[in-house]
């Protein structure tokens, strides 16, 4: 059964920073796709970034692109957010998983917050 440990979230100023790492574990992470995703209050949970198996491709929603950067090390079964520019429109629970393994389940998120 995979699992996923997000950390690094946490209260910033808008336009700061944060780097978020997912941690997998229970499957063969270097060979599938991952996504982070994000849900915020009454709000349904939506894709912000997506990453090939080996890294070289990525895809960005459209409000994230410019401002995200998702990396991935095989090595560690991690996948990274980086978070610049933020806006409180970005305020979430954040989490990752993969598009190709649906069944998994989620883990517990991190939090951020985007507020002065």
């Known amino acids: 059964q995979a699992q996923f440990v997000e950390s690094g979230g946490g209260l910033v100023q808008p336009g700061g920073s944060l780097r978020l790492s997912c941690a997998a574990s229970?499957?063969?992470?270097?060979?599938?796709?991952m996504n982070w995703y994000r849900q915020a209050p009454g709000k349904e949970r939506e894709m912000v970034a997506r990453i090939s198996p080996t890294g070289f491709n990525t895809n960005y929603a459209d409000s994230v692109k410019g401002r995200f950067t998702i990396s991935r090390d095989n090595a560690k079964n991690t996948v990274y957010l980086q978070m610049n520019n933020l806006k409180p429109e970005d305020t979430a629970m954040y989490y990752c998983r993969s598009p190709a393994r649906a069944y998994d389940y989620w883990g517990q998120g991190t939090q951020v917050t985007v507020s002065s």
């Open positions: 229970g499957f063969t992470f270097s060979t599938y796709v």
